[in-house]
């Protein structure tokens, strides 16, 4: 459940959030169309150094050190994005919060697969998967409602999405550390993949799928807005 919940608000809420307040951000002139693709483009660069990042830290500290740090960096680019700083700002701090996806999400999942064999992975791996996919379906519905008012300012759907971070974050916290007795690596010599070519093919499909989404992930709920007329 920990781990479900880190991903509910380190993936779903963070990845998800962009796209739905963008018109509102455009509406009062935080950034222009143009801008909110540079900005997208760090925090996609974001994404590539975090997924990095993650190992890094694990090797020298643990799995849930890794974890719970790049939830709080991601917790704190979230709350300051609600200040209007400029492109430049919010760029940076987009960048942040790509850093703490892919660093806590890898992380994460490493911790919950940690002593599990067989097909018991996937199923565990699906269950994370289940609660990014959650976290963007709810924030999606949220910031269009009225209590949220993002007509009166964008800064109410980030700091909304703070406070939702900040409570699951809250939750989870206890449950991110490694299993007693599990390995978090594999020995060296065992470290290599037996399938290369197929991470490498992996990876590359998924770069491609991930190039050919990204205008429609940034730019769909403004088109949409423009398009009925809608906050």
């Known amino acids: ?25 455009l ?13 997208s483009a760090a925090a996609s660069i974001g994404l590539f150094i975090g997924a990095f990042a993650s190992t890094a830290i694990a090797r020298r500290r643990s799995l849930g050190f890794s974890a ?12 300051l994005s609600a200040i209007d700083y400029g492109p430049i700002w919010l760029g940076a701090l987009r960048f942040l919060s790509g850093v703490s996806t892919a660093a806590s999400s890898i992380a994460i999942t490493s911790l919950i697969t940690q002593g599990v064999r067989g097909s018991a992975r996937g199923a565990l791996i699906g269950l994370v998967g289940f609660g990014s996919g959650f976290g963007l379906i709810i924030i999606s519905i949220l910031l269009p409602m009225p209590f949220v008012d993002l007509v009166s300012s ?6 909304l999405a703070t406070i939702l971070t900040a409570v699951c974050i809250m939750i989870a916290w206890p449950g991110l550390h490694s299993r ?4 978090e690596f594999p020995k060296l010599k065992h470290a290599h993949s037996h399938h290369r070519k197929q991470l490498i093919l992996l990876s590359v499909c998924y770069g491609l799928i991930t190039f050919a989404s990204a205008p429609f992930y940034i ?6 807005s423009d398009l009925f007329k809608v906050p």
Not at 154 to 159: C, E, F, L
Not at 180 to 183: C, D, E, I, T, V
């Open 154 to 159: 964008p800064a109410n759907g980030w700091i």
């Open 180 to 183: 007693a007795g599990a390995p």
């Open 27 to 39: 509406k009062h002139e935080w950034i222009s169309k143009s801008q909110a693709g540079y900005i």
């Open 219 to 224: 730019y769909f709920a403004a088109y949409i």
């Open 1 to 25: 459940m920990a781990c479900i919940l880190a991903m509910f608000s380190g993936t779903g809420i963070m990845v998800g959030l962009f796209g739905p307040l963008l018109p509102s951000m």
């Open 68 to 79: 719970r740090l790049f939830l709080l960096i991601g917790l704190a680019s979230l709350g």
